[in-house]
């Protein structure tokens, strides 16, 4: 069956960085295009980034633009988010999810997510 | 980019149907698709598109699209249907994609 695994969250002061992992299964990941969706404790969802199944093609809400980069290895079924000069604001449960064939922003399955607190 | 409007909150007697909507210019461009949200769970995929089911969706969802409005309607609600529920498309330059604020659904 289809599973998204998240990892890499945690604590972390404003300025500093991590780095998040999607690790895929169960689907031939090498097809398809993989985005990042986070939400804000108590709040709704917000689209971070997306990267085409190829890995040639990515884009990002222009609050993290220059912060974040996200990148994948179709080798270990993995996506990245190298999340950098992280702000209170990036605070949120972050997502990755997978994307349906085609233009749509269609997204079939979703991990459970991994928190990252940003805070002195 | 481009904003999707949503109410923050609808309710609906059990067993009665209920239309969520989602408002934006986006979506004269582009269709779009709705999530549901439960407390401390990730979000489901219910429609997408031009009113698709997702494997596994009860057929009491369905979705339609009115110039720059799309609704999801709920067709006899079940208890189980209490959940916030989120619209997102892609936003005018297509390569950028939006959410709603999201809707509170309560079912009485």
């Known amino acids: 069956q289809v599973r998204l695994v998240e990892s890499g969250g945690g604590v972390v002061q404003p300025g500093r960085s991590l780095r998040l992992s999607c690790a895929a299964s169960g689907f031939t990941f090498s097809s398809y295009a993989i985005h990042w969706v986070r939400q804000a404790p108590g709040k709704g969802l917000e689209w971070v980034a997306d990267?085409?199944?190829?890995?040639?093609?990515?884009y990002y809400i222009d609050s993290v633009k220059g912060r974040f980069t996200i990148s994948r290895d179709n080798s270990k079924n993995t996506v990245y988010l190298q999340m950098n000069s992280l702000r209170p604001e990036d605070t949120s449960l972050y997502y990755c999810?997978?994307?349906?064939?085609?233009?749509?922003?269609?997204?079939?399955?979703w991990g459970q997510g991994t928190l990252v607190t940003v805070s002195s | 980019s481009s904003d999707l409007t949503q109410d923050p909150a609808v309710s609906v007697a059990l067993g009665q149907t209920v239309r969520i909507t989602c408002q934006g210019d986006?979506?004269?461009?582009?269709?779009t698709s709705w999530y549901q949200q439960k407390p401390g769970q990730a979000p489901v995929l219910v429609i997408y598109g031009k009113n698709n089911r997702p494997s596994g969706i009860p057929d009491r969802f369905s979705g339609s699209d009115s110039g720059n409005t799309a609704s999801l309607t709920i067709t006899g609600a079940q208890a189980e249907d209490e959940a916030d529920y989120y619209c997102?498309?892609?936003?005018?330059?297509?390569?950028?994609?939006?959410f709603g604020g999201g809707t509170k659904l309560t079912v009485l």
């Open positions: 990267i085409s199944y190829d890995g040639r093609n990515k």
């Open positions: 986006t979506l004269r461009s582009y269709y």
């Open positions: 997102n498309s892609r936003d005018s330059s297509g390569n950028h994609v939006v």
């Open positions: 999810a997978k994307q349906l064939p085609g233009r749509g922003s269609y997204y079939d399955y």
